[in-house]
């Protein structure tokens, strides 16, 4: 069985912000939360970085375990959902998470913050598939059409890959081959040399 992922190469990401307006337009996000932002590291500087993210449905994931009234779930195809109707705007799931993904109404205290909400791959929610009742809770659900998430098809540099989750490594994999990387990659040194690596040559 397929297991759905992200994953953005960020050799290949302009910060265009395309996919954070085609998620939050397609999906109708209400203003002042957004299901995927891009995150640029060394902002200005040379060599700097982006990076899309958003929910990146863990395949152990930390605010499923969390969740004291259980909304959040997982589907046979590794997508996490989460149901609205049940959550009760605690918390602890945006705490647990790595990402930062769910995102709140409000920011006030414990009930009053409102109904979670994050990325949901496109795959709407628990109501029955292209129900308006599910558009209008978690937005269009495009993997009930066929089709992959919208922030992944309208990158222009494909940097941002979604689909099966071996399909992906694949792919990032035959990239970093043909680009010749090796401890050449950015970053390679800093995780596999230290910090101060780069002084002592």
């Known amino acids: 069985m397929a297991r759905m992922k992200f994953l953005c190469d960020a050799e290949r990401c302009i910060e265009c912000n395309a996919c954070t307006v085609a ?30 993210i958003s929910c990146m449905h863990c395949t152990d994931a930390p605010c499923i375990a969390v969740c004291p009234v259980d909304c959040i779930y997982q589907t046979d195809i590794g997508v996490v959902l989460h149901d609205k109707d049940i959550c009760i705007g605690c918390g602890y799931c945006f705490l647990a998470c790595p990402f930062g993904a769910p995102q709140y109404p409000q920011a006030t205290n414990f009930g009053s913050r409102g109904k979670m909400d994050k990325c949901t791959y496109c795959a709407g929610g628990p109501e029955e598939a292209g129900s308006k009742a599910e558009h209008d809770k ?64």
Do not use: F
């Open 138 to 201: 978690y937005g269009r659900n495009r993997i009930a059409e066929g089709k992959l998430p919208l922030c992944a098809e309208v990158c222009s540099t494909r940097a941002l890959l979604a689909g099966d989750g071996d399909v992906v490594a694949a792919i990032y994999r035959d990239r970093v081959n043909q680009r010749g990387y090796g401890s050449g990659a950015w970053g390679w040194t800093t995780a596999y040399q230290g910090a101060d690596a780069d002084e002592g040559s």
């Open 23 to 52: 998620c939050k337009n397609e999906n109708e996000v209400p203003w002042g939360m957004n299901r995927r932002r891009l995150v640029t590291l060394g902002d200005g500087e040379p060599g700097e970085k982006s990076i899309s």
